[in-house]
């Protein structure tokens, strides 16, 4: 229990300003604010806390009393939301090509091919806005899926030549298999996950 509170200090949040973005329409967070769990290690959780992803800024973030804080993604190694109901895994440290480190993926499989999927908003200008309200500004979902394999990392896309010089022929060829055998369609994200789990099986 010491070395839990220890991590919860060294891994201290900063406070987070009121909302600094009250003019743009929608909201930075992936899902509103909700139960969850803070992964600070492998070993060390906090559980039944008050956490929603700022998928913008990519922190979570938590209430403390009345404060509001927030942990990047070097500081905790994850989080879980919803962990009662559809609990959804987040981890850090995977590194996403033209980003970096310094983002929470969901993690949808985990094995030899690890799928995550990287979700982000964005800023965009708001499709919405009166005639004369040009400069009004929106946030927009966005998300990314990637394999891992020991450490690479592969932006999904079902073009052949692509999947070919990541995968290799014969695991392309396994794809071409699974996917008519179980009738998948490789563009829907449940049909992918369920192709990363059965690769990782045929192992």
Known sequence: MAQLQMLRDQATGNPVMANPYPEVKGSQYWTEFDSGTIIFSDKDTLSDVVIAFNAFNHTLEYRQGRELMAY???????FILNPSSNPQLYRSGYDIPGTGKNRFVEVLV???YTLVNHKYKKMIDDPGATYGS????AFSNAEDLYVFKDGEAFLWKTRKKIMVEYFGDEVYKTINELSNKYNLDLKEKADIRRLIMLLNADK
């Open 110 to 112: 985990d094995g030899d």
């Open 134 to 137: 040009q400069r009004a500004k």
């Open 72 to 78: 990047s993604p070097g500081k905790i190694n994850g």
